[in-house]
């Protein structure tokens, strides 16, 4: 694959590249924090990756190589794992670590790695990709705001609780929370696991990577997290994920919080909040800081965040993502939607509903009612008068909706080319796609 204003190959990632691509990522990652030093925790990051990482083969890297000089002058990373909604899997590759050498910018670069990306997504049947990133830039590439991220409300630290730590491991009775052993992952798994059936999306971690994340992990690494353990005796009932350290404003990033069972909440973010105060406490006095707040990066609505003392609201991001098969998402999917119209008791009255995409369509098939199949056909041409359409969405709007990120009513709002044959095709499309929470912690 070449450019027309200088000579590239793009390539999957070799082991021989991981301290070429440790030197290249951390010269040109945050360099506002390091003054245009090299960044020592995003090499740790890519050396990990490269040489630890239960998940990642170094071949998830792509690689755009100078013919010239056969050196690496940009890459990224695909991520792979498994998302789950009410107990659907649904691939997903998280997109991290794009950068490029400054002397070879400008020459479309970071295209060529995404187009090759999309390509060996499609070819994997991988549905989603997602990334974090430059506010607008990947917008170009395909990417849309469709995934709820962040938004609660930051945490002042004179609003927690000042508690002991508890040293009993909660022996006494009640809920505690305590550092995290790799002794923990099995139990941890097994909590993802439940709550992988749950209504919420996702990101399930197994054994061997919550024992990565405890104790393999380089401390250096700066996408390193701590990992506590709600507990009642011996019994596990939940975690707390969150930094390692204070930010330079004295703040701790709280990245996840996971609850066995619902009705424990009120108990359990208390038993976090004092957790967490007493850790950044800890933290402030090591290295000389002073602890300001406890930084929610939860969206509102997440239980630790609606049970945590007031604090500065904070408008809610989004999470780029991209999916290149709408319909092949729709069709993982399938028994979610259909469990959702059960449960309302609803029957579709035709043999099947066609959702045109302005250039392909989904034809949902239903036997008695009932949702069997979705598979891929093609649009009409004109699917505003076309008799057999039942909606027109674009395919940003049905990836909002799948997700679970906008409702029928917002999408229609949003999008003037979202269009419904009638008032049915409007309740029963409204039903299959409600708003799903988000509990996502992303797996890097």
């Known amino acids: 694959m070449t450019t027309d204003r200088a000579r590239y190959t793009v390539r999957p990632g070799r082991k021989s590249d991981a301290a070429d691509l440790a030197r290249l990522q951390s010269s040109v990652q945050l360099q506002p924090m390091t003054g245009g030093q090299p960044h020592p925790g995003v090499g740790a990051w890519v050396e990990g990756l490269f040489d630890g990482h239960p998940t990642v083969r170094p071949d998830d890297f792509l690689v755009v190589e100078n013919e010239a000089t056969g050196r690496p002058v940009a890459s ?3 991520l792979r794992q498994d998302w789950s909604l009410a107990g659907v899997r649904l691939p ?23 187009r090759a990306l999309h390509e060996r997504c499609a070819a994997d049947g991988v549905p989603i990709q997602m ?10 590439l395909g990417y849309d705001y469709a995934l709820a991220n962040d938004g609660a409300a930051t945490v002042p630290a004179a609003s927690l609780p000042i508690a002991e730590p508890d040293r009993s491991g909660g022996s006494t009775g009640g809920l505690s929370v305590r550092p995290a052993t790799r002794a923990d992952a099995e139990a941890l798994a097994g909590i993802d696991r439940l709550l992988g059936d749950g209504p919420a999306l996702h990101c399930p971690r197994d054994a061997e990577v919550w024992g990565y994340e405890i104790a393999v992990r380089q401390p250096a690494d700066i996408a390193g997290r701590s990992v506590a353990v ?3 005796g011996t019994e596990m009932r939940g975690y707390l994920v969150h930094g390692t350290r204070l930010s330079t404003t004295g703040e701790l990033m709280v990245v996840a919080a996971a609850c066995q069972r619902p009705a424990d909440w009120p108990e359990a973010a208390a038993s976090m909040q004092a957790y967490l105060g007493q850790v950044s406490r800890e933290h402030a006095a090591a290295a000389g800081q002073t602890f300001t707040a406890l930084r929610l990066v939860l969206v509102p609505d997440h239980p630790l965040a609606r049970l945590s003392p007031p604090g500065v609201p904070r408008r809610p991001r989004g999470w780029y993502v991209r999916t ?15 469990a959702r119209w ?10 099947t509903l066609i ?3 302005y250039g392909r369509a989904a034809r949902f098939e239903f036997t008695d009612g009932e949702l069997t199949a979705v598979t891929a056909v093609r649009g009409t041409v004109s699917p505003a008068t076309d008799p057999a359409t039942h909606a027109a969405l674009p395919p940003a709007a049905l990836l909002h909706l799948a997700l679970g990120h906008r409702t029928l009513p917002e999408v229609l709002d949003a999008w003037p080319d979202c269009l419904l044959r009638d008032r049915l095709t409007e309740h029963f499309l409204g039903v299959g796609f409600p708003a799903v929470p988000v509990q996502v912690w992303p797996r890097n």
């Open 355 to 357: 959702i045109d995409l």
């Open 324 to 338: 290149g098969d709408p319909v092949g998402l729709l069709a993982l999917l399938r028994p979610v939607l259909r």
């Open 342 to 351: 059960h449960a309302a008791n609803l029957r579709w009255p035709e043999p």
């Open 230 to 232: 709600l507990t009642n």
């Open 131 to 140: 990334i974090e990133g430059i506010p607008y830039f990947y917008r170009r």
């Open 92 to 114: 997903v590759v998280q997109v991290e670590l794009v950068g490029t050498a400054p002397e070879h910018r400008g020459n479309g670069l970071t295209e060529l790695l995404f």
């Open 76 to 78: 990224l990373v695909g």
